[in-house]
């Protein structure tokens, strides 16, 4: 194996780009070439410690020789050129960076669920809600339930629950949970609202549950979902007034969605991010302990990813761009123990319009888990906050 160096011009400047390759012989006994290793543009240290690494002297010719290397137990090819053998179990690991690259990646498609964008028939068919559920809900609160179905605008089939209440107060409350859950996560809303005389409709996001689709775009695509939702919901039910409650991702889709559908009278957004691009930055920041200088080429590889392989821009998945101009007005919610979406998100989207939101930080209180920390002054904030916006 050998260093080879390719050299272009690129906007008036010459640029150098190197491989590995080796030299194979065909049973022609033509000797041809092919790459091994594209390492790209290097600078001279590293490119002299790569030609250090393929070359060794030999003392009797006096000049350094190409080798071919091949581990201890493997027979070495009779067509191979110069070879030596490795012995693997005594190399060592050293200037592991390039590995430290690998494990960022990795962890965060773990950390921002990007696994979860692809969607499988077995997945959807697992996690497909169970009317059990929506008849103990309807139950528990002297409520009926019927199954709700709407048409996104690019044909997915989006499905979901909605109650109506023994005595309604005329108004519907739509309910959005966040990533790798269901419809059936927001029961305990459902619960308090349907005990308070509001409608609830309680669907499934896109690749969630029963509804169609099998990428998630963290609001992108989302956003249109709920205008679908609203579209319906004024089709076929009479609304003296539509609001809605969201949470983790399902908060942020609330809020992107407020330019599209502004029938919304109030809206309540629990633990949003101010931006996809951002918490990004953040997650991977946490779990690495590096800073965005380490973080950026792993979140900006991913974004190009995705708009590669989907069309979808990430960085377009933004309550605060929605935020900044609605006139809705928007509680947000937060607890200050919360590490996978920090506080400093919700109030970043306060300070950008503090005349149509209200911040509440709930001490302590963990990851959506408001409602845990204080139960009783989460069911008086959030129905007083629906009923002061008639």
């Not at 030609?51 to 080798?67: G, I």
């Not at 002297?142 to 709700?148: D, I, K, L, P, Q």
């Not at 996001?205 to 990428?215: D, I, K, L």
């Amino acid at each position: 194996m050998f260093l080879r160096c390719h050299r272009r011009k690129k906007d008036g400047k010459e640029h150098r780009y190197d491989s590995v390759e080796e030299s194979r012989r065909l049973q022609s006994g033509k000797v041809v070439q092919r790459r091994v290793l594209y390492l790209g543009e290097i600078n001279d240290s590293q490119q002299a410690s790569w030609r250090k690494t393929l070359n060794v002297f030999d003392e009797q010719r006096q000049r350094a020789t190409t080798l071919s290397l091949f581990p201890e137990d493997r027979p070495v090819p009779v067509d191979a050129l110069d070879t030596i053998q490795v012995k693997l179990s005594e190399m060592q690991l050293r200037r592991a960076r390039p590995y430290g690259n690998c494990w960022l990646g990795c962890e965060l498609w773990r950390q921002l669920k990007l696994v979860s964008c692809r969607k499988s028939a077995a997945h959807h068919q697992a996690a497909r809600p169970e009317a059990a559920q929506a008849e103990a809900i309807a139950r528990d609160c002297s409520s009926t339930w019927e199954n709700a179905r709407a048409i996104a605008a690019d044909g997915i089939v989006l499905d979901g629950w909605l109650f109506t209440p023994r005595e309604t107060n005329g108004s519907i409350v739509m309910l959005l949970h966040g990533i790798g859950a269901t419809r059936g996560a927001m029961a305990f809303h459902a619960g308090y609202l349907l005990r308070a005389g509001f409608t609830v409709l309680m669907p499934d996001s896109r690749g969630h549950g029963s509804s169609g689709g099998s990428v998630i775009t963290y609001g992108i695509r989302e956003s249109a979902d709920v205008h679908a939702w609203a579209e319906w919901l004024f089709h076929e039910r009479p609304i003296a007034h539509l609001y809605g409650l969201g949470e983790s991702m399902g908060a942020a889709i609330l809020l992107e969605s407020l330019p599209r559908e502004p029938r919304f009278r109030a809206v309540v957004a629990e633990c949003s991010f101010d931006s996809f691009e951002d918490i990004a930055y953040y997650r991977l920041e946490h779990a690495s302990g590096l800073g965005r200088w380490a973080a950026w080429p792993v979140v900006q590889a991913g974004f190009l990813y995705a708009r590669a392989a989907h069309g979808i821009d990430l960085r377009q998945a933004s309550p605060a761009m929605a935020i900044r101009m609605t006139r809705v007005p928007v509680l947000l919610i937060h607890g200050t123990g919360d590490v996978r979406t920090p506080p400093s998100q919700s109030a970043a989207l306060h300070a950008l319009n503090p005349q149509s939101t209200s911040l509440w930080l709930v001490p302590g209180a963990h990851h959506v888990s408001a409602f845990a920390a204080s139960p009783q002054e989460y069911v008086r904030r959030v129905t007083e906050w629906f009923r002061s916006h008639p």
